[in-house]
């Protein structure tokens, strides 16, 4: 295991589709996080998960947005109905809960909605 | 209300020289401090990180500075080389009541380090 993996790596959707990514974090991280960044930005929270438990949504993560990591391990995030203002870079991170604090960032998934 | 301030949008800095990137943070809350860097279309690369217990850490050509009293930062990089040409992000985390809590990120300095 190298690092965070996410699953695509881009995709074009057309407005009011559905699309879902994937992350794949180090395997002895229970923390996975989630973040958005558009240009010109720094990345910025959306929501985060300990072991299978979402602690916290940003206000970002309107009601089109729902993440999952059902068995502690990979994540998935969904954005319904797409909006053009949802093109943005979709950032996945790991880390554990306590001891060292760093945060690893996957490659990220580029979502370009037309 | 941006919580994490990089004021610089860009810096120019010659090979071999020092490049000093520079980092306010408003909330009190924050007690760990990193640095990322980012090439494009690619995630961010952890660089370096402190702690609010610590002044200053150092590993290899790369050295973070913070100053609590007045709420700053700073990355240095010496000597400077064209491969560290990127956009560096600072990034703060707080509450140790909490553990590792998400990670709130400035707007990024991008570097061109020129040969």
């Known amino acids: 295991d190298t690092g965070v993996s996410q699953d695509p790596r881009h995709k074009i959707t057309k407005r009011g589709q559905n699309v879902t990514f994937r992350c794949d974090p180090i395997?002895?991280?229970?923390?996975l996080y989630w973040y958005r960044q558009t240009l010109g930005q720094g990345p910025e929270f959306l929501t985060y998960?300990?072991?299978?438990?979402?602690?916290?949504k940003s206000r970002l993560l309107s009601d089109r947005f729902s993440a999952e990591r059902p068995k502690g391990s990979f994540s998935t995030l969904e954005i319904q109905r797409t909006e053009q203002g949802d093109s943005a870079m979709y950032l996945c991170?790991?880390?554990?809960?306590?001891?060292?604090?760093?945060?690893?960032f996957g490659p990220g998934t580029r979502l370009l909605v037309l | 209300d941006q919580q994490v301030k990089q004021n610089s949008p860009s810096l120019s800095v010659q090979e071999g020289r020092i490049s000093i990137l520079n980092c306010d943070y408003t909330?009190?809350?924050?007690?760990?401090f990193l640095w990322y860097k980012k090439y494009p279309a690619e995630g961010p690369t952890f660089l370096i990180s402190?702690?609010?217990?610590?002044d200053k850490n150092e590993d290899g050509r790369f050295t973070v500075f913070l100053n609590k009293s007045a709420k700053h930062l700073s990355l240095h990089i010496v000597p400077s080389q064209p491969g560290d040409s990127a956009v560096y992000f600072c990034?703060?985390?707080?509450?140790?009541?909490?553990?590792?809590?998400?990670?709130?990120f400035g707007k990024g300095t991008r570097l061109s380090v020129i040969a």
């Open positions: 991170a790991s880390s554990l809960a306590v001891g060292l604090r760093t945060q690893y």
């Open positions: 395997s002895e991280h229970n923390r």
């Open positions: 998960f300990q072991n299978e438990a979402q602690l916290e």
């Open positions: 909330n009190s809350m924050f007690d760990y």
């Open positions: 402190i702690s609010s217990i610590k």
């Open positions: 990034a703060a985390s707080g509450g140790l009541s909490s553990g590792n809590t998400p990670l709130v």
